[in-house]
């Protein structure tokens, strides 16, 4: 089991350009989630998923948007990349259970700097 | 919204030395798990606790829950050097029970 993928590792992007940042996990969770960390911030929600087709927005969602297709695949869409969200983005997922979602499995992240 | 807050944002210890990091939400909580995040890595699960007074062990860590569910404490007796690394907290509450992250304490460690 490869367990949850990111790429790409590094990225650096001009203001104003668009991406993708990819994550597949293979642990047929129902729950995947994107966090950004920056120093002194904790990790801070962006967008989550409960299944496929579900998405809602986290506590920081402006400038983002995703989708779910398939219940492997998250993809995070920067719109148009401004310097404030240089940051490390960290893809996760988890399976539901009575007691709510239950440890969540990160990916290695993905380090994006915005010039 | 839910908000979680962690202290100490830092400890510095010898090794040898006890250490411990305390979490409070907010909101009560339905569950409350625990990362650790070696520099330049991850956050790796360590546990995950439900009932109001839980206390768990693994080896050298003890985890504890508030009695009303909005708390919860690590403590890591004689801390080594592997221990370095931010410990977070996450509480997971709420209609869709999305897990809030707690700022992190980070562990130095000196030999």
């Known amino acids: 089991n490869a367990g949850v993928t990111q790429t790409p590792k590094f990225q650096v992007l001009k203001t104003g350009q668009s991406m993708t940042l990819q994550c597949a996990q293979d642990?047929?969770?129902?729950?995947m989630s994107w966090y950004r960390q920056d120093p002194g911030m904790g990790l801070r929600l962006i967008h989550y998923s409960v299944g496929a087709g579900i998405t809602d927005q986290g506590e920081v969602p402006n400038g983002y948007n995703v989708s779910r297709s398939t219940t492997e695949d998250f993809p995070l869409r920067l719109l148009s990349a401004a310097p404030s969200q240089t940051s490390v983005y960290f893809c996760a997922s988890s399976y539901q259970t009575d007691r709510g979602h239950y440890g969540y499995t990160f990916g290695s992240g993905t380090r994006l700097t915005v010039v | 919204g839910q908000q979680v807050m962690q202290i100490p944002q830092y400890q510095h210890v010898q090794e040898g030395e006890d250490f411990t990091t305390y979490c409070n939400s907010s909101?009560?909580?339905?569950?409350i798990q625990w990362y650790k995040q070696r520099p330049g890595g991850h956050p790796v699960f360590l546990i995950q606790l439900v009932k109001s007074g839980e206390v768990k062990k693994q080896k050298r860590l003890t985890f504890q829950f508030g009695e009303a569910k909005k708390n919860s404490s690590l403590h890591i007796t004689a801390t080594q050097t592997t221990d370095v690394g931010t410990y977070f907290c996450a509480g997971g509450g709420g209609a869709t029970n999305k897990l809030i992250f707690g700022t992190g304490t980070l562990l130095a460690v000196q030999p």
């Open positions: 909101t009560t909580l339905s569950n």
């Open positions: 642990m047929n969770h129902e729950y």
